[in-house]
């Protein structure tokens, strides 16, 4: 089977390696002439754990290209997968459906024989309906299929997603096309993971409304903290009590800064919209939204009340820019308003991320980037913690403390026991948990927990 891969982000990468993993013959296709400068030099643009070596052995055994020429590689497809960018519209809560028609078009110009088209894409329902009808008007001689084949894999931890998933999910609307996906995903269904078929609409909305849950999850959780703080209970201890009910699951119940990256917010904003058009308020989504730019509306004051009250002519060090740990997406990250925030304030911003520093660097102004985190609170008045980096799990709170000028760490990821934050001396302020400021009583250790966070 021959496949063309158009996009070679974050999902168009990660499948096209992986597809090609499996033994089939894969072309990835971008437009962007940077990024294919770098595959073809051996490099990634993106940062996933464990894809350099997949696509590194998958080009040397000639199983994986990547490529400009987007005709040629639809041409000699069997299957086309499309993964471009499914934005937020400048002018609207919807999807910007925009690079995919456009890709449909150019595919629609370009294809041979029997073609079964995949979106991988994020889309709205109905969406399928659209490029059948796009594509059988620019070629109403063409034999293809159009699918809906939505992606679940998270950043950071995409390829362990892409080869192991918890369910492979394909809308199809005839048996050609649903036999031609089943056979794509033989590799997966051989060892058991369940495939299951449904309509283009429905596995359209299946993959928002399970982003839309996991976010509105997040939102509860982070909603929960601050009701924590205010009773003087422990969101660790109250996440893990609810999460170790089976029905409610131990993951996507870890408090931070809100949900941000490149999926949650815009898919999140799309459901609600896409609702709205047929008439229905999703009131519960839209909730969940407020919910979350409050809370990064309030990083800002929470860091200002632990800094002393004012950000003037202060210092403010920042660990982590990427929206989550394990990636270098500042995709709708926390850092993108609370930066430009806390500059407006007064503060002047020192900043450290282990993979996140280039994007970051392209992000914002007037940031001074540093080697690490150490070397980041050097004379700062505060420390933050925005991503939780396993890097900053390790670190020792008493070197940080003697760097900086006010020992103070606000720590958005509950990242440290509050007795070893006590231990060592700095002034510690976490999420859902009493600042060490306020604390009364010895706390036990975090009693660790997995935790989904985005
Ligand atoms: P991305 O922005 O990282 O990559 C999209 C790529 O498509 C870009 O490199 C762009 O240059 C390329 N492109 C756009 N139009 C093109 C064209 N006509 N021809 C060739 N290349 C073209 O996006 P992403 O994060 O990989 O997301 C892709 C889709 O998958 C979105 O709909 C997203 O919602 C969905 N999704 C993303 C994730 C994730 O974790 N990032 C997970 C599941 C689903």
């Given at each position: 089977?021959?496949i ?9 990468l ?7 993993d ?8 971008d ?8 595959l ?15 696509v ?9 290209s ?22 937020t ?29 995949v ?8 969406t ?24 679940f ?11 192991q998933?918890d ?31 449904t ?43 609810m ?19 490149s ?47 004012t ?5 403010i ?16 990250s ?16 020192a ?16 940031v ?6 150490y ?38 990821r ?7 934050a006590r ?28 935790s989904?966070?985005?």
């Open positions: 089977m021959k063309a891969v158009i996009g070679a982000g974050y999902v168009g990660v499948s096209a390696a992986c597809f090609a499996f033994g089939y013959e894969v072309v990835c296709v437009r962007d002439a940077a990024k294919l400068a770098m073809e030099a051996g490099k990634l643009p993106i940062y996933e754990q464990g894809l350099e070596p997949i590194a052995g998958n080009r040397r055994a000639g199983r994986l990547f490529s400009s020429h987007l005709s040629e590689a639809v041409a000699a497809a069997d299957v086309v997968l499309i993964a471009v960018g499914t934005p519209r400048e002018d609207a809560d919807s999807a910007d459906l925009t690079q995919l028609l456009a890709a449909a078009g150019e595919i629609a110009r370009a294809m041979r024989g029997f073609t079964v088209i979106t991988k894409s994020t889309v709205p329902p109905g399928a309906a659209k490029l059948r009808e796009v594509i059988a008007q620019a070629r109403p001689d063409g034999d293809f299929e159009v699918t809906s084949n939505p992606e894999m998270r950043e950071g931890s995409a390829v362990e997603d892409f080869i998933p369910r492979i999910v394909v809308g199809a609307s005839t048996e050609r096309a649903e036999r031609v996906l089943r056979q794509l995903y033989r590799p997966l269904t051989a060892r058991d993971v369940p495939l299951l078929v309509s283009c609409e429905a596995a359209e909305v299946i993959k928002y409304a399970a982003n839309t849950f996991l976010a509105t999850r997040i939102a509860f959780v982070n909603q929960l903290a601050d009701l924590c703080e205010a009773v003087n209970a422990d969101i660790q201890d109250v996440a893990r009590g999460g170790l009910d089976k029905r409610i699951g131990l993951q996507f119940l870890a408090p931070g800064p809100g949900f941000g990256g999926c949650f917010p815009k898919d999140t904003r799309a459901l609600v919209h896409t609702a709205r058009q047929h008439g229905h308020a999703f009131s519960i989504v839209e909730a969940a939204i407020a919910a979350n730019e409050a809370r990064k509306d309030q990083l800002a004051d929470r860091i200002q009340q632990a800094a002393g009250g950000l003037e002519g202060k210092k060090a920042l660990l982590g820019v990427a929206f989550k740990a394990e990636t270098d997406d500042i995709r709708d926390a850092a993108l308003s609370l930066i430009p925030e806390l500059q407006r304030r007064g503060a002047a911003i900043a450290f991320d282990p993979v996140a520093m280039d994007n970051g660097r392209r992000a914002f102004d007037a001074q980037w540093c080697a690490d985190a070397s980041a609170v050097i004379g700062a008045d505060a420390a933050v913690i925005l991503t939780e980096w396993n890097v900053f799990r390790g670190l020792d709170l008493k070197r940080l403390a003697r760097g900086m000028r006010q020992p103070v760490l606000v720590d958005f509950n990242l440290f026991p509050l007795a070893d231990a060592s001396g700095i002034a510690y302020h976490s999420v859902g948990r009493q600042s060490i400021a306020a604390a009364a009583r010895q706390d036990a250790d975090i009693i660790p927990f997995k989904g966070t985005a």
